[in-house]
């Protein structure tokens, strides 16, 4: 090469370097989480999770390439805080993924944590949340928009809509009664309405003949939704932040953490407004209450002097099957996996009587040390699954690896299920199987089944039916700590979530991976070390005494009714007396929970007691070989 000819391609270089730079704006944030009191849905005030003493949170706007810097301050006096950015790829910036435990120390009260990093992989719709219990349903969430210049489709205006589900009591109570020896079966709190935008009968003023790319996106934690527009059409072109080729629809399927974009282009007439339909998918809910609203209208307005619309009706829930989307990009299915993840998904009782989820029996326990400190302190042994911990159910992915998940759903429920730091493609998705009428659960049969799609769809929330099973593939080219799991929130805190311990040597060898200030600051805060395995063990990484475990598995031939009955046995006697004297004849049925709540019994401090007793296991199996 001669002299002007380098010279020629390093000045390019370096121009094409600077305007890269230059692209890239930084955009800053300083958050303080806090709570004020709102009335959401217009039927009740409580209190919710504010930013800088507001609520709702507001929509972050960034375009591709830009760096957000963004300070969370914990503004609680009471409780841990964390902020997760669903979809991104936080690529180099592991420790800006925010799940506690996972890649990060829980924020404590009074602490503050810098969330610092750009958005060069990903473009699109994606929504910001906090990862500690519950928060989220709290309030603490709001949308995240990557805008794109290069957009393969034309439109006028650019909108964001929430759907969501909202709940008259706070994310603490609700935790309490369902993660409950009262509550066997595991049944999730029923919400009380859906809302729109964050509220109830929201307006969205539209101008006519125009098409509005509409960014819908389920910031809720519990159901899935059915979403459509009357009279109009919605053309569906992104999905997760993944271009799909054009397909166009009357109603959309959405369940929580899961983006749609549409483009809508409205009417040339303007004398009449429409509504804008949500429906609960009540097959989720374990009990209908007669006075929940499954059906909610909000209204698409053209002309303010015409009447809002009522409740539009449609003969059937004929909704778009996702599965069938085609990629903007095509890509072929990735080749035969070099790693395959199976896993069974079930929910059980453990000891203590609560309902638990489970992925092969694991239920997820969060480590002493955070996954991702693990693997940049444990050097060689990063690459040994058991450094992370036997209940934190952790998978070590090579490099640059296909890997597939293979996921049975022996549950009779439909799940939403997350993988952080990547899209994946969706090769399988089995029909579901229905328990009423004694259908039982099928898994994927790797030598029996469908064919895979030529294009297969690309998202990073996908739902597995009832009894059900699908089968994803990705690429292992994002070193990091990622959450798989199940966005249902209630689901989430019941342990139905695995880790991928991703490429740990490249995790290590980047200097953009090493452990911030803040990142360090916030464990020291807590007293959790920022070095060791899941056992806070820095000497030995595989020795993993003291690591937290999950409660025991109920002994064979044992229910959960029997635990409940049993952790009340010493009680009985005394309860039982107390009973009949204060409610007489009444329904006996859950006698034990009005006598505690009468006397205003600490029940934990009584299940403590209880299980604390030496005699417990013994008692249990004389009950057991008695009956
Ligand atoms: C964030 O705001 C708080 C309260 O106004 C202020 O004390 C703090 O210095 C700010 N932090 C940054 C990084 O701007
Ligand atoms: C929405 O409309 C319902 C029914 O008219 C009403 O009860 C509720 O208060 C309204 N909610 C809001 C937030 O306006
Ligand atoms: C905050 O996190 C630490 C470390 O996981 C935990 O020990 C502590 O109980 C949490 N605080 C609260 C109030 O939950
Ligand atoms: C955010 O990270 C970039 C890249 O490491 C660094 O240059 C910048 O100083 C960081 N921002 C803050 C506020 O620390
Ligand atoms: C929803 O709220 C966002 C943020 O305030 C707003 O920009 C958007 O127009 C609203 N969308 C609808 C459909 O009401
Ligand atoms: C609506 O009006 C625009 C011009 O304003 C015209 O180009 C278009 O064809 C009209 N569409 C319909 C369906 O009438
Ligand atoms: C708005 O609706 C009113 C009442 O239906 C009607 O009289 C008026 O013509 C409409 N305005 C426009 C601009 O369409
Ligand atoms: C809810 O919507 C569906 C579909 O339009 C309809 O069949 C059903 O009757 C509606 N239910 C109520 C209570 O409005
Ligand atoms: C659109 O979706 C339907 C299923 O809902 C599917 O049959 C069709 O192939 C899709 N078309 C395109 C172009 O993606
Ligand atoms: C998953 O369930 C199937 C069917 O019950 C069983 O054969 C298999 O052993 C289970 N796998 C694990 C890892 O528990
Ligand atoms: C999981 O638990 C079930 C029920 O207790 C048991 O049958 C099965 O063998 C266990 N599977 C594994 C892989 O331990
Ligand atoms: C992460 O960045 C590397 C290049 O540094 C790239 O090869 C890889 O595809 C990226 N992964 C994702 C998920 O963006
Ligand atoms: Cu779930």
């Known amino acids: 090469m001669n002299g002007l000819a380098r010279w020629i391609i390093t000045t390019t270089l370096l121009v094409a370097a600077n305007m890269r730079f230059a692209a890239g704006e930084t955009h800053r944030f300083n958050w303080t989480t806090g709570w004020g009191n709102y009335n959401v849905d217009g039927t009740k005030e409580r209190p919710v999770i504010t930013c800088n003493g507001v609520w709702p949170w507001p929509e972050v706007r960034v375009s591709k390439g830009d760096r957000v810097e963004l300070y969370l301050n914990n503004g609680f006096d009471d409780r ?43 473009v699109g719709t994606y929504w910001y949340h906090s990862h500690t219990a519950g928060q989220y349903q709290d309030g603490m969430r709001g949308t995240f928009v990557i805008e794109d210049k290069d957009c393969p489709y034309e439109y006028d205006e650019d909108v964001t809509v929430q759907l969501g589900e909202w709940y008259h009591d706070v994310a603490d109570v609700l935790n309490h009664k369902f ?120 209204y698409l307005v053209y002309n303010h002097s015409a009447p809002l619309p009522t409740e539009n009706f449609v003969d059937e829930l004929d909704f778009l099957d996702d599965f069938y989307l085609v990629p903007y990009h095509k890509e072929e299915p990735l080749g035969d996996p ?11 009782n453990l000891i203590s009587g609560v309902n638990y989820a489970f992925f092969n029996n694991l239920t997820y326990t969060a480590p002493k040390v955070p996954a991702l400190l693990t693997a940049l302190s444990a050097g060689e042994d990063a690459t040994n699954a058991e450094v992370y911990g036997s209940n ?18 022996q549950d009779t429920g439909t799940h939403p299920f997350h993988l952080h730091g990547h899209t994946f493609q969706t090769l399988v998705r089995d029909i579901g199987y229905d328990d009423a009428v004694g259908e039982v659960p099928h898994p994927y049969l790797e030598d029996d089944h469908p064919p895979f799609p030529e294009y297969p769809m690309i998202r990073d929330t996908l739902y597995v039916r009832p009894q059900s099973n699908f089968v994803i593939r990705f690429q292992a080219d994002n070193p990091g700590v990622w959450m798989f799991h199940c966005h249902i929130e209630w689901h989430l805190t019941q342990g139905l979530a695995f880790i991928l311990i991703e490429d740990p040597q490249g995790i290590q060898e980047r200097s953009s ?28 990484y595989l020795n993993l005494v003291g690591e937290n475990v999950q409660e025991k598995f109920i002994p064979d031939g044992f229910t959960a009714k029997g635990i409940v009955a049993m952790t009340f046995s010493c009680l009985a006697a005394i309860l039982g007396l107390i009973a009949i004297a204060v409610y007489g004849l009444m329904d006996l049925s859950n006698v034990e929970e009005k006598v505690i709540n009468e006397l205003d019994l600490d029940i934990d401090q009584v299940l403590a007691e209880d299980s604390n007793s030496e005699d417990r296991d013994a008692e249990a199996k004389h009950r057991n070989s008695s009956s």
């Open 179 to 298: 993660l409950s020896v009262y509550n066997p079966t595991g049944a999730e709190p029923i919400p009380q309405n859906l809302i729109m935008n964050n509220t109830r009968n929201n307006t969205w003023e539209v101008q006519p003949d125009t098409t509005y790319m509409l960014r819908i996106v389920n910031t809720g934690g519990f159901v899935s939704q059915y979403f459509w527009i009357e009279d109009h059409e919605m053309d569906v072109i992104e999905v997760d932040g993944v271009y799909t080729e054009r397909n166009t629809t009357n109603m959309i399927y959405i369940t929580t953490a899961q983006r749609y974009t549409v483009l809508v282009h409205t009417k040339n007439t303007t004398d009449r407004n429409f509504a804008l339909m949500q429906k609960f998918d009540d097959t989720m809910l374990d009990v209908i209450p007669k006075d929940l609203l499954l059906n909610t209208t909000n």
């Open 80 to 122: 841990n805080t964390s902020l997760h950015f669903h979809g991104l790829f936080q690529n180099g910036t592991n420790q800006m993924d925010g799940p506690p435990m996972v890649t990060q120390c829980p924020i404590g009260a009074g602490q503050t944590f810098l969330y610092n990093f750009t958005v060069e992989d990903n």
């Open 513 to 540: 991976q090493q452990l911030t200030d803040t990142s360090s600051n916030v464990c020291k805060n807590l007293g959790i070390p920022v070095e060791g395995n899941a056992a806070g063990n820095s000497v030995d």
């Open 392 to 409: 934190t159910h952790s998978y070590v992915l090579g490099k640059d690896e296909i890997i597939e998940i293979v996921l049975n759903n």
């Open 338 to 348: 070099d790693y395959r993840i199976t896993v069974n998904v079930t929910m059980d």
